[in-house]
């Protein structure tokens, strides 16, 4: 049975299959703005584009191509980089290997391409150049590039914008506008003229603009055609990328290159935290540091991430980190279990069925468990391992909780941090010392900081 997975643009479950002659499945994923540690709800999106990945091996062995970029160039990056008085170059590396780190604890796959925005400049500006020579894109005053969205009539397919704004009695305009300087408020930046706050980051824009830099949009665009050509098979994201990012993308890269983009797109809902969206102002934004300081292992939440529907949204609690440590403990114990010969494989057929029914990960789990609760008797190892890797799911022993540091040593780490903070950097030594002295060592992150027991 084939893989469906609902597309998000004509709004019904569709067979993925590969449309190029040479049998090579193009499969292009939005990766991050590498500017502070991923959160876990960017995890939710990467973990579920991972089975995708991993289903996708198995259904076209050899023949996936998938690429994923990382943005390390926009505003947020390189306001980051000058308060840190680090170049661009080297504030973004050390973002991005932390995201590789994040990734590989999670047990994704690393991706056949992953590409760099910075290092996909005249790519970029090679499509800019096309889009303004056909009359979609135009210079402004300042010498910024701009889409004209009223030049592309399919606009807004994807996401139904227009639709969903006239409902309101707004319009696109009023729906998208931004302080930038353009002709129409819905038309977005595909350059960005320098600004000084910008530093050294410029580059060579297009004939006729400006210095600067591009625009975020136009990133992906470059890159996905630069690396799988200029129809893909599938593109895939969270929700919150729908719009204005895909849709953008989508224009941008049908008017320059005058074909369809992607033949399927997908998208992952929201995950909430205690039935909230995650803010750091509510305390509930939490990265794989901040799980594994509370003892958890990336594979639990892994698990957890996959335990509702992707296309769901997702209530993240601390219980269901609990209760997926306790769920990965009994796989372990049925992997043990398991005989060393043959057995039945097709026992599993239901969890490749429901994964295949547009990723249905919590009945594949669900699958899963029936198989496992009726014991390993006549069960196929093989055919286990294979449920494995299409879940993603690791069953090396976790590692042993780390022990919590007791309130007299967190009180003195805070007054440490607050030091730190103040730049006193005499009383952020000696508070360092009384911590050491009380046999912990205080490790120190750019948002915060790590108690661990001191070694011996």
């Known amino acids: 049975m084939a893989l469906k997975l609902f597309d998000s643009l004509t709004r019904e479950l569709r067979d993925l299959k590969p449309a190029h002659p040479d049998g090579v499945y193009r499969f292009y994923n939005c990766g991050p703005t590498v500017y502070a540690p991923a959160h876990i709800g960017n995890f939710r999106t990467f973990v579920v584009n991972d089975v995708i990945r991993r289903l996708l091996e198995l259904e076209f062995p050899g023949k996936v191509k998938h690429v994923r970029n990382l943005t390390d160039v926009d505003d947020k990056t390189i306001k980051r980089s000058r308060e840190a008085d680090q170049s661009l170059g080297d504030y973004t590396r050390i973002w991005t290997d932390k995201f590789h780190a994040d990734c590989a604890a999670l047990n994704c796959l690393p991706p056949n391409v992953e590409p760099s925005a910075t290092n996909h400049i005249a790519e970029q500006v090679d499509m800019i150049e096309v889009l ?36 309101k009695g707004a319009t696109l305009k009023a ?39 591009p625009g975020w949009h136009i990133e992906c665009s470059a890159m996905s055609k630069k690396h799988l050509g200029e129809t893909i098979d599938l593109h895939t994201g969270g929700v919150d990328l729908l719009f204005p990012h895909h849709e953008n993308e989508i224009a941008q890269s049908q008017c320059c290159n005058g074909t369809t983009f992607s033949r399927h797109w997908y998208h992952s809902e929201h995950l909430l935290v205690d039935g909230k969206k995650m803010s750091k102002s509510l305390g509930n934004l939490y990265t794989l540091d901040d799980l594994a300081a509370k003892g958890f292992s990336p594979a639990a939440l892994r698990y957890a991430l ?27 114990a049925f ?3 398991l005989p060393a010969g043959g057995g039945n494989p097709d026992v599993f057929a239901p969890v490749f069925a429901a994964l295949q029914d547009d990723l249905n990960t919590p009945a594949a789990l669900g699958a899963l468990f029936t198989v496992v609760n009726r014991g390993s008797a006549g069960v196929d190892h093989a055919a286990f391992t294979r449920v494995l890797f299409a879940l993603g799911l690791k069953l090396d022993a976790p590692a042993a909780p780390k022990p919590e540091a007791p309130a007299e040593v967190i009180a003195l780490a805070e007054k440490r941090w607050a030091a730190k903070k103040a730049k006193d950097f ?20 750019k948002d915060g900081y790590t108690l661990e027991k001191a070694k011996g």
Do not use: C
């Not at 960005?192 to 210095?211: F, I, L, R, V």
């Not at 335990?307 to 769901?312: L, M, N, Q, V, Y």
């Not at 009383?427 to 911590?435: G, P």
């Open 306 to 332: 996959i335990s509702g529907h992707p296309r769901k949204q997702l209530n993240f609690t601390l219980d269901s980190l609990h209760a997926a440590e306790k769920a990965l403990a009994t796989l372990r």
């Open 426 to 445: 005499a009383s952020a030594d000696k508070l360092r010392a009384e911590i050491a002295a009380a046999g912990w060592s205080m490790l120190d992150r």
């Open 175 to 213: 729906a998208a506008f931004d302080d930038d300087e353009k002709e129409d408020g819905s038309d977005f930046a595909l350059w960005k003229a320098w600004k000084p706050e910008d530093g050294p980051n410029k580059w060579a824009g297009p004939k006729g603009a400006s210095e600067g830099r």
């Open 335 to 337: 992997s043990a279990s």
């Open 132 to 167: 303004m020579q056909k009359g979609n894109a135009y210079r402004a005053a300042d010498g910024s590039v701009y889409f004209k969205v009223s030049s592309f009539p399919e606009y807004g397919a994807l996401s139904r914008v227009k639709e969903r704004e006239l409902q």
